[in-house]
């Protein structure tokens, strides 16, 4: 992805997250230059990946395949592993009509995915097989806002504004904006971008960008390049 188009997405972004009423962290809009001269207090961020989040899955073509997130808060894998202490993560997704977020599962990661505004939201859902693999053949069960919902394999629910979706580690799952635009918050334990998303097709979780021009803000990709 180009550095432009990314700059782009962020404002178009902050515009559609602000239309529903809510407003990103401070930090948000720090350039570069203030995130560098902050280092020495913003380890949580940096450590906890806190920030934007733009991805192609290295496929170059974002509107097809691509999702834009904002990491709001994240906790510590220690304390999970340890049973106490900060658990847990909260993210803000927006998923463009008819935008795949391509299937895939997690390993440790259980989330509520929410339709906080905007269209409908689809997820498309498999089961795992006995591995943990992708299984065609696996349907399961979901808590759909508390309440219980058995899926055939490769069902694709659909969640208006309000309505939610617990998904548990080894639940298979994509998912996109049917009908329009949609502003999606996810609750979930503590995530790991990096370790903790099992593709079922091979790409990657990252964009690779060409710099032609400078970043409006870092990406939580750019952390180690630029604030190392």
Known sequence: MKRSQINDIMAEADAFIRSFGFVL?????????????????IDGIVSGGMGWDVTD???GKFDELGLFLFTLRNGRLSDLQAGGGMCYAEKLLISKKDQISPMHRH???AEDIINRGGATMAIELYGSAEDGSFDETAGGTVLCDGIARAFKPGEVLLFQPGESVTLMPGD???FWG?????????VSTVNDDETDNWFRAPIGRFAEIDEDVAPTHLLVSDYKTWLS
């Open 172 to 174: 298979w799952h994509a």
């Open 57 to 59: 899955y290295g496929q």
């Open 25 to 41: 962290p401070p930090f948000a809009y720090w350039t570069p230059d203030e995130m560098k001269a902050r280092r020495a207090e």
């Open 107 to 109: 390993y440790l990661k």
């Open 178 to 186: 049917e009908g329009g635009d949609v502003l999606i918050g996810e």
